[in-house]
C-alpha cells in the first residue's frame, strides 16, 4: 500500500513565487516516487492557483484549517466548500496550532462531518498536549478521536484520515519513539474499533511532529502508521526529497 507523506507548508513561504518554486520542486519529487502519495496542504491564498495549475495526477492538495458552513458572515474564514472549488480534496481538521486558537472538539465533529458530506478526505488531528505517567493523555486523545469522529457513519468511515501528532513532538528537535508510536497506533485503532466495530481497521493512521528522512522509515514500519504528516521538512526542497525518496520503497 502506498504511504501518504502530507506536506503542511503551515504559513510559508513567504510569497506566491517562493510557493509555485517550492510546488513545482515538490512536482520532481513525486515524479520519482511514484510508491508514495503526496498531498500538499499549502497556504490558502495559494491553493488556488497552485491546484487550477497542475496537470498531473500525483499530488493532491489539502486545506490546512477550513469552516464547517459553505458561506456566512464569518470573517477571515474559508469554507470546506470553497477550498474543495479551489482544488482541495483533502482538509486537515483540529490540527494542534488551531487548536491552541480556541478549535474545540465540537468543531472538529462538525468540520469532518461537512468534510464527508462534501466528498473531501479530513485529516482529524489529535494529540495530547503533554504525557503523563498515570496514562491520562490516553483518555485525552481517545476522546478527541471519539468526538472528532461522533458524525461519522460506518460506511463513511474508511474515508477519514487521523493523524496523530504529540503537541510536544511538533516543531522539536526529535520526534517520538517509533515503538512508542505503535503502541499509540494500536490504541487509536483499538478506540475506533469498539466504537465502530471491524471497519475501524480500515482507518489510515499518520504520525506527525519533527519527521525527516532520518526517522521517517522507522516511523512507517515500527510506527506501524500508513503516513506522515510533515511540516518543516516539507517546505525546504532538499530535505523533503530526501525524506520521501527514503521511504519509497517501503
Ligand atoms: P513539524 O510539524 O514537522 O515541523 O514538527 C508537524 C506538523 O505540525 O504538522
Known amino acids: 500500500m502506498k504511504s501518504i507523506v502530507v506536506a503542511n507548508w503551515k504559513m510559508n513561504p513567504p510569497s506566491a513565487k517562493e510557493a509555485r518554486k517550492l510546488f513545482d520542486a515538490t512536482k520532481k519529487i513525486a515524479a520519482q516516487a511514484p510508491a508514495v502519495s503526496i498531498v500538499v496542504a499549502p497556504p490558502a491564498l495559494y491553493l488556488n492557483d497552485l491546484a487550477r495549475g497542475y496537470r498531473g495526477t500525483r ?3 489539502a486545506a ?11 470573517t477571515g474564514e474559508i469554507s470546506l466548500a470553497q477550498v474543495k472549488d479551489s482544488g482541495a480534496r483533502q482538509a486537515l481538521i483540529g490540527h494542534a496550532e488551531r487548536r491552541a486558537l480556541g478549535e474545540t472538539n465540537e468543531d472538529t465533529r462538525k468540520k469532518v462531518a461537512r468534510a464527508l458530506a462534501l466528498k473531501m478526505t479530513p ?5 495530547e498536549r503533554e504525557r503523563s505517567a498515570t496514562g491520562d493523555h490516553l483518555a485525552f486523545v481517545k476522546e478527541q478521536v471519539r468526538a472528532g469522529l461522533s458524525d461519522v457513519s460506518a460506511s463513511a468511515l ?10 510536544w513532538a511538533i516543531g522539536a528537535v526529535s520526534a517520538m519513539e517509533p515503538r512508542q508510536m505503535h503502541e499509540m497506533t494500536i490504541f487509536i485503532r483499538k478506540s475506533i ?3 465502530y466495530g471491524e471497519r475501524g481497521h480500515g482507518v489510515k493512521i499518520l504520525y506527525g511532529g519533527a519527521v525527516d528522512a532520518e526517522n521517517a522509515p522507522a516511523m512507517l514500519t515500527e510506527g506501524d502508521v500508513d503516513g ?6 516539507s517546505t525546504d526542497a532538499a530535505a523533503f526529497k530526501a525524506l520521501v525518496l527514503a521511504i519509497q520503497n517501503i
Not at 228 to 233: C, F, I, N, Q, S
Request: aromatic share 6%; glycine share 8%; proline share 3%.
Open 59 to 61: 499530488i493532491q492538495f
Open 64 to 74: 490546512q484549517h477550513a469552516h464547517e458552513s459553505d458561506t456566512g458572515a464569518h
Open 123 to 127: 485529516i482529524l488531528c489529535v494529540g
Open 228 to 233: 506522515l504528516l510533515v511540516g518543516r521538512a
Open 193 to 195: 474499533v469498539e466504537a
Open 158 to 167: 474508511a474515508r477519514v484520515i487521523v493523524a496523530y501528532e504529540p503537541v
